[in-house]
Structure formats: C-alpha cells, structure tokens
C-alpha cells in the first residue's frame, strides 16, 4: 500500500539530548512537510521541502533540522536547542509544493516527550 | 500579518442536523482552500479542495463555500452522524508567508454531535 510512515509513534528523551523522527514516503512525491501540533493550538510548519536535497525554514525552524537525501525520506532531527520540544509531529507529502491544488498525506504523527 | 481563524470553541450538535464550520482568513488571498479531518492522535485526512472561482463544492454530505469578498469559507455536513466527531481543518494556500507556498493551516475546530 501506498502510503507515509512515521516512526516511532511515542518517543521519549531526557533534556539535552538530540533525537532524530523517521519520516518514509512510497507516494512518489516532491514535496514533504514536517509540522508540530500542541495542545488547542493548530499545525505549525517547521520545515518543507520541494525537491531532493532542497529543503525551507518554515514558521518555526529554530530548534529543529532536516536532511532530504533521499525523495523518500526527510528525517526531522530536534535538537537541544529546541526550547519546548514536547510535541506531536506531523509529516505530510504532496506532489509538489507549487502545486497549490494537491492534497497533502499526513503520517500518523510521532509523539514526542522530553523528560 | 495573515492570519486564519477558525470558531475555537466547539460545536455541539444532534445527529441528522447539519454542521456549519467557519474559516476566516485576513491579509491575503488565497487560490485555494482545502478542508482536512483529524481524529485525536491522528494525522490529518483531505476532505475537500475548493479554487477562487468555485463557489461552492459538493461530495456527498459534505459542502464546501468559499467567498473571497468576506474572506471566508464555510463547511457544511448534512445529516450529520456520530462518526462525524472529530477536528476540521482549513488551510487556505499562503503566498506570501514565510512558508512560502507550504500548507498553512488554521486550529481547527472541534466537532461533537450527539446521538
């Protein structure tokens, strides 16, 4: 089946530690999103990508990093800095970015908690 | 600066009666507007895509308005069910924000309806 899948579900890490969210994608698609969602509060981008090794800040960078090596995959790595990095993350791919009028597919989102 | 504004608190209704959800949206306009569902703890799902020019779109117990001189658009759910229940999402395309051309959504808004 096609799809995009993320990993784990629940993550947990102690302060100060960097940890890295799998994001795989078998759709075909250019462009991939990571997005955090908090309680009451709505999706906030992170960082996007259109194309193989190509990636863009979003509303919210700071804290976070991402590599796209690969069109399948676009791992998000949070990172000590990361203030409040207690959150659920969301990726999601779509054909492409500019392609205003494509829906974009949403893994099951990884929970991560910070001790 | 843009902004996308969604009814925060949550709509309540019976089943078989029909379900009216806001998206505002200043600032900007958008080409399009898309509609998703999210279920808690899950990733969001595409209901509906509507464009500038389209009025209204229809599929199935699902419509969707989009008035570009209000800034708005509604989301209706005819005859209404308890499986209905979740969050909707709008997500009027941005081109001019720092996401560039990325999806950016609003908080959604919670749905109840009752049986």
């Known amino acids: 089946d096609g799809g995009i899948t993320q990993s784990p579900k629940y993550l947990f890490r102690k302060e100060g530690q960097n940890v890295t969210l799998s994001c795989e994608q078998n759709?075909?698609?250019?462009?991939m999103y990571w997005y955090r969602q908090d309680p009451g509060q709505g999706l906030r981008l992170i960082y996007y990508s259109q194309i193989v090794n190509d990636f863009q800040k979003g509303d919210i960078a700071e804290g976070y990093s991402v590599s796209r090596e690969k069109k399948e995959s676009f791992p998000l790595t949070v990172t000590s800095a990361q203030k409040n990095p207690t959150a659920f993350y969301l990726c999601?791919?779509?054909?492409?970015?500019?392609?205003?009028?494509?829906?974009?597919?949403f893994g099951q989102g990884t929970r991560l908690t910070v001790v | 600066s843009q902004k996308i504004e969604q009814n925060s608190e949550a709509l309540n209704i019976q089943e078989g009666k029909t379900a009216t959800l806001t998206c505002n949206y200043t600032n900007y306009s958008p080409a399009y507007l898309q509609w998703y569902r999210q279920d808690p703890g899950r990733g969001p799902v595409f209901l509906l895509l509507i464009r500038e020019n389209e009025k209204e779109k229809r599929k199935e117990r699902l419509k969707v308005t989009f008035d570009t001189t209000l800034k708005q658009s509604l989301f209706h759910i005819t005859a209404s069910q308890p499986a209905d229940s979740a969050t909707y999402l709008c997500a009027p395309t941005l081109s001019n924000s720092n996401s560039g051309y990325a999806l950016n959504f609003g908080k959604g808004t919670s749905l109840l309806v009752t049986p």
């Open positions: 759709l075909n698609h250019d462009a």
């Open positions: 999601a791919s779509s054909i492409e970015v500019r392609g205003l009028d494509t829906e974009a597919f």
